[in-house]
């Protein structure tokens, strides 16, 4: 998998579709629909772009898409898996060993939640287990993916996005590093702020190697394009790993009748094409594009 430019489709959510069934009467265990029109989606966009073919990737999981992460692979897309149990801290692994569901990935992810009160015994517990994950992917040549989130709570918006979140980040990542933990790609929350996106930037460069890939927290178009605009200048970046401003409203349509699977399929492919499109005219415009991949006839 070539980590320099990275258009991923993730999907690999659970405790918010178990939240969202469970509030509108609608069984768990259709949340695997929504995942194979996910891989739908993905391969009708690969078929249409060459940005896709080359670059597009998926995020999916087992818990809900085991089957949906056959058919990828089957498919021959790129597919990484979670290895945390959703929604825990300090992290836990979902399956045991961790490694259980890796087998024949593209590379593996670990989502990670932080906040400065927490004890140093939990986050010192966390720290091993990621350090336990990363040599095993180092053994395996897999590539490894660590999603950062800080937690807010009391904070001013504009201040925290400004601000706070972008030295916690920085705070996070030396962290890391101090601790060898140097994952191929940190996944991070995007910033409108410049002098934020550069920060980040600036300190996951400290090591040599890793990249970033914004996510999306299913921010909509305007919202996405100003994390866009900020990140697309810096060297760091290497694209974004976007999935609920894809496929939730479309999903969520499905699944309450509203809409059919052939229309939220076309509805995600758009959307995907759409996100990655913005990607590039945000690269253009920063002067920074390289390898500008066309579409398909």
């Known amino acids: 998998m070539d980590l320099s430019r990275v258009y991923m489709l993730a999907s690999d ?26 891989v739908d ?11 896709v073919e080359h670059c597009g990737a998926l ?13 990828a692979r089957a498919a ?18 979902q399956d045991e060993p961790f490694h259980a569901g890796l087998s024949g990935n ?29 040599s095993w992917c180092r053994r395996e040549a897999l590539p490894l993916l660590i999603e950062i989130i800080i937690m807010r709570e009391h904070e001013d918006e504009r201040e925290f996005e400004e601000h706070g979140r972008p030295l916690l980040l920085s705070s996070v990542i030396r962290q890391a590093y101090a601790e060898d933990l140097v994952p191929d790609i940190w ?8 002098n934020g996106a550069t920060i980040i930037n600036a300190t996951i460069r400290e090591r040599q190697g890793p990249r970033q ?9 305007s919202t996405i394009a100003r994390w866009f605009d900020a990140a697309a200048r810096l060297p760091s970046t290497a694209g974004f790993a976007i999935g609920r401003s894809v496929f939730w409203e479309p999903g969520t349509q499905f699944l309450t009748g509203r809409a059919s699977a052939a229309d939220a399929v076309e509805t995600m492919t758009s959307r995907y094409l759409d996100l990655i499109d ?6 253009r415009a920063a002067g920074a594009l390289d390898g500008v991949i066309q579409s398909k006839a």
């Not at 959510?13 to 509030?23: A, L, P, S, T």
């Not at 995020?59 to 058919?71: M, T």
């Not at 790129?78 to 692994?93: I, K, S, Y």
């Not at 996944?187 to 410049?194: A, C, D, H, N, Y």
């Open 59 to 71: 995020l999916l999981d087992h818990k809900y898409g085991g089957e949906a992460v056959s058919r």
């Open 213 to 221: 890939l914004i996510l999306g927290k299913r921010a909509d178009p």
């Open 187 to 194: 996944k991070i929350e995007g910033t409108r702020s410049v």
């Open 76 to 93: 021959g897309a790129p597919v990484g898996t979670p290895v945390e149990r959703a929604g825990r801290f300090p992290l836990e692994w």
């Open 106 to 134: 593209a590379f593996a992810k670990v989502l990670v939640r932080y906040r400065p009160e927490w004890t140093d015994d939990a986050r010192r517990g966390q720290m091993a287990r990621l350090l336990e994950l990363q």
């Open 41 to 51: 989606a993905f391969l009708q966009a690969r078929g249409k772009s060459d940005d």
């Open 278 to 283: 913005e990607w590039h005219r945000r690269r």
């Open 13 to 38: 959510h659970r405790w918010q579709w178990e939240e969202w069934c469970d509030g509108a009467n609608v069984p768990r265990a259709r949340i695997s629909e929504v995942k194979h029109l996910v």
